[in-house]
């Protein structure tokens, strides 16, 4: 079947963060404007139409009319470990795989089983902001592994710096991000079989959130951190159907536990957490039936990439950015314009009326950026960016 993502499908009443959130953004500073005329971009999931077999099994679940407790049908397992073979060759076994109702939730949960108060936890910044609350709002410290970004736009890992701090004997903890958002890398083998041994060298625990792995860009390919490290290397790595498919509502994640001490601890310290039919469903069909569509739909958001990579180099020059590897964000510099943080957030926001995420919630580093989530019809991220490009026109 071939999906038409240009169409524009109406999410206003859906209950969307995105498109109902306008009361809750303002009540949160977020941004003072919101009206039917907003374009919201800031938030990652998906303007498109999920594959129409996951559209077709929710259906069958939902004409049952009853949704009572719900048992893991053995079909769910073998989705996933389906999915993980054909598209990352990677075997993972059944009592490996541990449902968890979001990344977000498996990571604070992680923070809080796996570390004590007070222990270090390396992050990467800039990178996606729940990371840091996880960290602090459990009472750990953050240990910033900065990304280095070099001429050509392309960030880099500092090893020497990741060593000397995964050697800090209060540092117990690493969670990576890759493909990373919001920079769009996608970590090389050689990369994360280096990240892992120096981890395994000094007892420092792996939770890879490795969510966005199958949204790469066509010519590029992912490897899970799992299959590079040596074996015994302790990880705990998130996927999640969710950012797949454009499932995010449906609370899916699926986390990756081999060690079973490990698992064992977190499942315990998870409770009892199990998903809905809603959430069965959706997984089967997606894992067994959605590959025709995300080949479509990866095609699409390269096209996407491609056209506002393009409208910036002609449009808005001063802006910096470049083609991510993997993701669906686009991380644009805008610290060539010379202007405040307030007053690039006043254009954009205010007068284009298009909603972003600022780059300073990633970190630091991510001062004067702003991320765009492009996986939207084309022709509204046109929209948005003509908008954008129209109040940056007085600045030459
Ligand atoms: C890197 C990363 N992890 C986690 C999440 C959120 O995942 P979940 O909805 O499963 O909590 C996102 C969403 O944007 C993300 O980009």
Same mark, same amino acid.
């Given at each position: 079947m071939k999906y038409d993502f240009d169409e524009i499908v109406n999410r206003r009443?859906?209950?969307?963060?995105?498109?109902?959130?306008?009361?809750? #953004?303002?009540?949160?500073g977020m941004t003072e404007r919101y009206d039917e005329e907003t374009i919201p971009l800031f938030t990652a999931d998906m303007d498109l139409p999920v594959p129409q077999?996951?559209?077709? *099994? #929710?259906?069958r679940t939902v004409d049952h009319r009853i949704y009572g407790y719900s048992v893991v049908? $053995? /079909?769910?397992?073998?989705?996933?470990?389906?999915?993980?073979?054909?598209?990352?060759?990677w075997d993972i076994r059944r009592e490996e795989i541990v449902y968890c109702p979001g990344t977000v939730h498996a990571i604070f949960a992680a923070v809080r089983t796996f570390t004590e108060p007070g222990d270090g936890v390396i992050i990467q910044r800039p990178v996606y902001p729940p990371f840091t609350m996880a960290i602090e709002k459990n009472g750990r410290t953050v240990v910033n592994n900065a990304l280095k970004q070099g001429e050509d736009g392309r960030y880099e890992i500092d090893f020497d710096d990741f060593e000397a701090k995964a050697k800090e004997p209060s540092t117990t903890m690493f969670i990576l991000c890759n493909p990373h958002n919001p920079t769009g890398r996608i970590f090389r083998p050689e990369e994360l079989k280096r990240l892992a041994d120096i981890c395994r060298a000094n007892g420092v625990l792996i939770v890879a959130d490795e969510i966005h792995g199958d949204l790469i860009r066509r010519n590029e390919t992912f490897v899970p951190i799992a299959k590079v490290a040596e074996a015994g290397t302790p990880i705990v790595t998130c996927t999640a159907v969710n950012k797949t498919f454009n499932l995010a509502g449906l609370h899916c994640t699926n986390l990756v536990i081999s060690d079973p001490e490990l698992r064992e601890k977190f499942t315990q310290a998870l409770g009892h957490a199990p998903a809905t039919p809603f959430a069965y469903s959706a997984l089967i069909a997606a894992y067994n039936e959605g590959e025709e569509w995300l080949d479509q739909l990866k095609e699409y958001l390269d096209g996407t990439f491609e056209f506002a990579l393009a409208f910036l180099?002609?449009? =808005?020059?001063?802006?910096?950015?470049? =083609?991510? /590897?993997?993701?669906?964000? #686009?991380? =644009? $510099?805008?610290?060539?314009?010379? #202007?405040? *943080? /307030?007053?690039?957030? $006043?254009?954009?926001?205010?007068?284009?009326?298009v909603l972003l995420q600022e780059g300073k919630q990633f970190g630091e580093e991510g001062a004067g950026f702003l991320r765009m989530c492009i996986p939207s019809p084309r022709p509204l991220i046109k929209e948005a960016l003509e908008r954008i490009a129209r109040e940056f026109e007085d600045i030459r």
């Open positions: 009443g859906t209950y969307s963060v995105k498109w109902d959130g306008g009361e809750f #953004l303002k009540k949160h077999p996951v559209v077709d *099994a #929710l259906h049908p $053995d /079909e769910y397992y073998e989705a996933i470990q389906g999915w993980f073979k054909r598209r990352h060759d180099r002609e449009r =808005m020059p001063k802006v910096k950015a470049v =083609m991510p /590897e993997g993701t669906y964000v #686009l991380w =644009m $510099d805008f610290s060539g314009y010379g #202007l405040s *943080a /307030e007053e690039v957030r $006043d254009r954009v926001y205010h007068r284009a009326n």
